[in-house]
T-cell receptor
Framework: SAVISQKPSRDICQRGTSLTIQCQVD?????MFWYRQQPGQSLTLIAT?????????ESGFVIDKFPISRPNLTFSTLTVSNMSPEDSSIYLC?????????FGEGSWLTVV | GNSVTQMEGPVTLSEEAFLTINCTYTATGYPSLFWYVQYPGEGLQLLLK?????DKGSNKGFEATYRKETTSFHLEKGSVQVSDSAVYFC??????????????FGQGTELSVKP
């Protein structure tokens, strides 16, 4: 199994600022995934982060808005840049280990 | 492309009622299928999974069977409790090796169980 820790768990942010979310896994994994869950909505994949290469972004998400780092096999960060109230969401980190996909507890961001 | 469709909520049941939440999918090949649960104010938890046709996933009294012929993975529980009140998400995994950890989610079904 995998244990995933995310920081911060919750935050209230001012519009126009940026916030970096950290994701730490207790196992080495090749790929890490970042999802967004807007209020009352389902989860949408933002990007896939591989160690040692640029992240791969899904349609509708761009690196300038959501820069991602993946410095090693157990850690990744997602930055939400120049935030607006529309960025108020839960951001979740996910990994695949064996044939199971694990999620962190999520980072609940409110932009005011 | 791949997609997941769940029955719309909210679903409201009385305690000890039988639960079915329908989930159908569209995919080429044989994806893995999952049910996740999100309790109020909490993150996402894996409830059960099935990795091949006719597999039955089960956990905490919930069951779902991977039906290739009907491309379905319906979630069932024989007797729900108030503590089962949550949002339930059906999901499938990507089919290619480098998509193996990517999940496509249904829209979620909110379940409310009344005492």
């Amino acid at each position: 199994s995998a244990v995933i820790s995310q920081k911060p768990s919750r935050d209230i942010c001012q519009r126009g600022t940026s916030l970096t979310i950290q994701c730490q896994v207790d196992s080495q994994v090749t790929m890490m995934f970042w999802y967004r869950q807007q209020p009352g909505q389902s989860l949408t994949l933002i990007a896939t982060a591989n160690q040692g290469s640029e992240a791969t972004y899904e349609s509708g998400f761009v690196i300038d808005k959501f820069p991602i780092s993946r410095p090693n096999l157990t850690f990744s960060t997602l930055t939400v840049s120049n935030m607006s109230p529309e960025d108020s969401s839960i951001y979740l980190c996910s990994v695949s280990l064996g044939n199971t996909i694990y999620f962190g507890e999520g980072s609940w961001l409110t932009v005011v | 492309g791949n997609s997941v469709t769940q029955m719309e909520g909210p679903v409201t049941l009385s305690e000890e009622a039988f639960l079915t939440i329908n989930c159908t999918y569209t995919a080429t090949g044989y994806p893995s299928l999952f049910w996740y649960v999100q309790y109020p104010g909490e993150g996402l938890q894996l409830l059960l999974k099935a990795t091949k046709a006719d597999d039955k996933g089960s956990n905490k009294g919930f069951e779902a069977t991977y039906r290739k012929e009907t491309t379905s993975f319906h979630l069932e529980k024989g007797s729900v409790q108030v503590s089962d009140s949550a949002v339930y998400f059906c999901a499938l995994s990507g089919l290619l090796y480098n998509q193996g950890g990517k999940l496509i989610f249904g829209q979620g079904t909110e379940l409310s169980v009344k005492p």
